[in-house]
């Protein structure tokens, strides 16, 4: 059974950082892409980063040299890196793999 755990979200002022982690288990996380989305109030759920097995990732523009993915195979976590933070980058956070997701975690971005 797929498992995924999000954490570190929380409360940031604009320009700080956050480092959120899923951990995942139940099946062979070195061997897949994992994915980080987002879902802001009122808006569809969005892609914002993707990391595959060969560790080649992907942004969304509106991330690009602010957000960091990255993944540690011997923990079955993925991580990502939130630099420059945005009040747009207000939302809530889910770590996917394939059609699974985990719970989601808050990010909120205000002074």
């Known amino acids: 059974q797929v498992r995924l755990v999000e954490s570190g979200g929380g409360l940031v002022q604009p320009g700080g950082s956050l480092r959120l982690s899923c951990a995942a288990s139940g099946f062979i996380f070195s061997m897949y892409a994992m994915a980080w989305h987002r879902q802001a109030p009122g808006k569809q759920r969005e892609l914002v980063a993707l990391i595959d097995s060969g560790r080649n990732t992907n942004y969304v523009d509106s991330v690009k040299g602010r957000f960091t993915i990255s993944r540690d195979n011997a923990k079955s976590t993925v991580y990502l890196q939130m630099n420059s933070l945005k009040p747009e980058d207000t939302a809530v956070y889910y770590c996917?793999?394939?059609?699974?997701w985990g719970q989601g975690t808050q990010v909120t971005v205000s002074s």
């Open positions: 996917n793999h394939a059609n699974c």
